[in-house]
């Protein structure tokens, strides 16, 4: 609720004449700053309608003769809405008519419309970062539409203390830097792999980055796709093996990053590539070994004694302590996991003459340097078992969908024959667990929908139907979200085919322990009743969450993420494939949950964004650095190891000590400027006669 106005307008008029001779004399004195202030003041305000959704709730007319009384206010305009062309065109003849120096608009978000207003301030003669935005409808229309007179107050506040702040506003200059003409892509499952081959084949070197000895991702590990059912490796190898061959990509598998310095056109990357403990033919040659390297005979897998579970194969099958996930892998390159070797050196006799193993390889270090770079890290299934009531990994037949993929799949485990995890045995009667893990406000799973599994459940139906004579899938769901193209037409087209679909959630799962047999509760909420199903073989639909390394890999980059740990687009609208750290750009999953043809689009357009810096070789970086007013600096050093993006170094200058600002690496986070003891620091747009003018304004120019 908006606090009310309980005083007249003439003690507002007098604290507004004291808000007004504060922002005069901040204007009058910064005499330490490294810009001069403006003379004479003259500022413009244009309130915007939006329509209703702020004249809705905001009394415009009150707000536009409000502003008149502010000190420093030329110019009081109103428009229904204000980013339009005739909207922008009033801000542009209003500067030029009235030798405007400063621009106010109350309207929405600076987030969406900040650029638009500063170009028509630019267009109207004045410096683009002469212009100020009062946010009035997210921060004001929208949450208080049922407090008109509050709502009003409330806008005419931020209109005051916008004001304040524009009568200081000071000419600024962004920084052009130049752009290194190569990216990097981090993470190569379908959604890094797309977005390497766009901008390989827009001409850019690209690195693409694999933690993983081979790429391809969770895709690689499906059997086929809804709904058009193509079988996911086939469709999958050819991009594969294209980003294998583009001479344009530099493709290094087994390797994590390590750290990230810099800003968007230069960013000083270190990677650690993992010891792989084999040589690539290329590695041997440059070691003189002459056609040696890895040719993926496989003879060291045979003769190795150490046997694992195979992650690809959701450990379902074993593979050795010298390993490839399975034989279509790109690189075709073997991996010796060290944490299990002995080091009894069998695989390196059975190497012979290609001299490819090294059981003393360490990790290796490289730095390169890129102008932008995607993240494309994707994701992992939430550890299902957290939900104790449906019995996985204490019950052999509770199986994971990702299991169910690899159970089905001609490649996999078993040969693609879907048979019982405890006795292997054809199950009859299969049910299929929705939602599991998913839109759970327990707080043991996840509250939002994982978007996929609702098709993929819908997939595994079919494809036990057509595998298994005479099986009945049952589907328990809460909706069925077939949301994409040709997705609704699958649907009808499994119900054809015989699946049961019960709407209502599990509750829990019971093992009869002798048969192993399962037996399911819910409720059915269409016919308003418990049911309780006995099963062969129960599939959870399992949540899905940010992969592992998701959060070390974002603060690396100064990537933001949701409560949920997906990683933050800049505006999930507008710039949905941006991040706000300049020259940083998402794709795919690691967003948050999307299907194939959606993590494809993403990708597409994270490649296209990623490589428009790129193609213009320069990019202006916003000039809100922070400044060091030398005469002021006691030259501590204090600051110098805030700096969270290392912007500062104490430098020597006439005999003394001063700090010294990079402000292509200064993000205008503002730590050093609110810590210095000698208040020797000058933060760009956010100086502190412009901040103080604000506060003042709003503590001693309000309505009380
Ligand atoms: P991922 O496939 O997860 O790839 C991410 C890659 O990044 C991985 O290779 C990983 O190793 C790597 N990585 C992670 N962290 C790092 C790091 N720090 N550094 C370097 N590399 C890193 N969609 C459909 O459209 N149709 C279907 O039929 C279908 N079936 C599905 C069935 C199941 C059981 C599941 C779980 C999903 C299914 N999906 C389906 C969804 C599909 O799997 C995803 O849309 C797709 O895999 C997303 O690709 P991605 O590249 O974003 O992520
Ligand atoms: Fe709406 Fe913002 Fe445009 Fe005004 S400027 S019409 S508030 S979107
Ligand atoms: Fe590679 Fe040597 Fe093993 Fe053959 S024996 S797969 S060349 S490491
Ligand atoms: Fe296997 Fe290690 Fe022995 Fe090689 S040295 S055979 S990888 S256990
Ligand atoms: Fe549940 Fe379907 Fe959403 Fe998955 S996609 S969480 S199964 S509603
Ligand atoms: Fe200079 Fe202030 Fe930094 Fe100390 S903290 S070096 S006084 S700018
Ligand atoms: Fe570093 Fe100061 Fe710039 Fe923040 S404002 S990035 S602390 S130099």
């Known amino acids: ?12 008029k007098k604290e507004t004449k004291k808000a007004a001779a504060a922002a005069t004399s901040q204007a009058a004195s910064p005499a330490a700053s490294p810009a001069a202030p403006q003379k004479q003041a003259k500022v413009g305000v244009f309130i915007c309608h939006c329509g209703t959704n702020i004249a809705g709730s905001i009394d415009i007319k009150a ?27 009033k801000i542009e003849d209003a500067i030029k008519e009235k030798g405007l120096t400063g621009i106010v608009v109350a309207a929405c978000s600076p987030r969406l ?7 028509a301030t630019k ?41 304040a702040k ?136 045979g003769v190795c004694p150490v046997v694992q579970p195979n992650p690809f194969e959701m450990g379902m099958k074993p593979r050795k302590a010298i390993y490839i996930y399975h034989p279509q892998v790109v690189p075709l390159i073997y991996t010796i996991d060290f944490e299990s070797c002995i ?39 939430f550890p299902i078992e957290k939900k104790e009531e449906w019995g996985y990994k204490k019950f052999d037949n509770v199986v994971t969908s990702l299991e169910f993929e690899r159970l089905i799949c001609a490649s996999g485990p078993t040969g693609g024959h879907l048979v019982r995890p405890s006795d292997g045995v054809t199950p009859k009667k299969v049910a299929f667990v929705l939602c599991a893990g998913s839109r759970d406000n327990t707080g043991v799973g996840k509250p939002y929908c994982s978007r996929f599994c609702c098709m993929y459940s819908l997939k595994h139906a079919h494809q036990i139907i057509e595998k298994i004579p005479g099986v009945i899938p049952y589907i328990f769901y809460m909706d069925i979200r077939s949301f994409g193209k040709a997705y609704e037409e699958f649907y009808y087209r499994i119900q054809d085919e015989g699946a049961k679909f019960i709407r209502g959630r599990v509750s829990h799962i019971l093992e009869n322990p002798e048969t192993k047999n399962l037996t399911v509760f819910a409720d059915d909420t269409l016919l308003d009743r418990p049911v ?21 890999t974002r603060k690396l980059f100064g990537v933001s993420c949701s409560m949920d740990g997906w990683l933050l687009e800049a505006h999930p609208k507008l710039n949905p494939c941006g991040t706000t750290t300049a020259g940083v750009f998402l794709a795919g999953v690691c967003q948050g949950p999307k299907d194939i043809p ?70 205008g986070c503002g730590t050093c400027g609110g810590f210095c003891p000698g208040g020797a620091i000058w933060m760009q747009h956010f100086a502190t006669p412009q901040i103080m003018a604000q506060i003042d304004a709003f503590l001693l120019g309000g309505e009380q």
């Open 1 to 12: 609720m908006v606090e009310k106005k309980t005083k007249k307008e003439t003690s507002a």
């Open 63 to 89: 707000v536009q003769e409000y502003a008149a009384t502010l000190p420093n206010v030329a110019h009081v305009d109103n428009y229904q809405y204000q980013c339009s062309t005739p909207g922008q065109k």
């Open 113 to 119: 419309h900040e650029p638009t207003f500063r170009t």
């Open 123 to 163: 267009e109207g003669g004045l410096n683009p970062f002469r212009f100020e935005m009062a946010n009035i409808r997210e921060q004001n229309a929208w949450v208080h539409m049922h407090d008109r007179e509050g709502a009003t107050s409330k806008a005419k506040d931020a209109v005051r203390i916008a004001v």
């Open 166 to 301: 524009a009568s200081l506003l000071q000419d600024l200059f962004p920084k052009a830097v130049k752009v290194e003409k190569t990216a990097m892509v981090v993470g190569a499952g379908v959604a890094g792999m797309q977005a390497a081959l766009d901008l390989a084949n827009a001409g850019i070197k690209t690195y693409l980055i694999e933690k993983s000895p081979t790429i391809g991702g969770r895709m690689s590990q499906l059997d086929k796709t809804f709904p058009t059912l193509d079988c996911s490796q086939c469709i999958l190898t050819p991009k594969m093996v294209d980003v294998g061959r583009a001479p344009n990509i530099n493709l290094m598998t087994y390797t994590e990053v390590d750290s990230v310095e810099g800003f968007i056109g230069n960013f000083d990357i270190t990677l650690r590539k993992k010891a792989r403990g084999v040589l690539t033919p290329k590695e041997a040659e440059a070691k003189g070994i002459v056609g040696g390297g890895c040719n993926g005979c496989g003879d060291c897998e």
């Open 343 to 381: 080091k009894c050196g069998l695989c390196v006799t059975s190497c012979g003459d290609k001299k490819a193993i090294d059981l003393e390889m360490k990790d290796e270090f490289e730095k390169v340097k890129v102008g932008t770079a995607i993240l494309a890290v994707g994701f992992d299934l």
């Open 532 to 552: 309780q199903i006995d099963f062969d073989m129960v599939v959870l639909a399992a949540a899905v969450q940010p992969s592992e390394d998701t959060n070390r």
């Open 598 to 667: 959606d993590t494809v689009a993403s990708a597409e357009g994270a490649a296209s964004a990623a490589s428009i810096p790129i193609h213009k070789g320069e990019v202006e970086l916003e000039p809100y650095f922070a400044q060091c007013m030398e005469e002021k600096c006691a030259g501590c050093g204090l600051c110098v190891n805030l700096c969270p993006y290392t912007a500062l170094a104490l430098v020597e200058k006439e005999g003394r000590k001063v700090m010294q600002v990079t402000e292509a690496k200064c993000k």
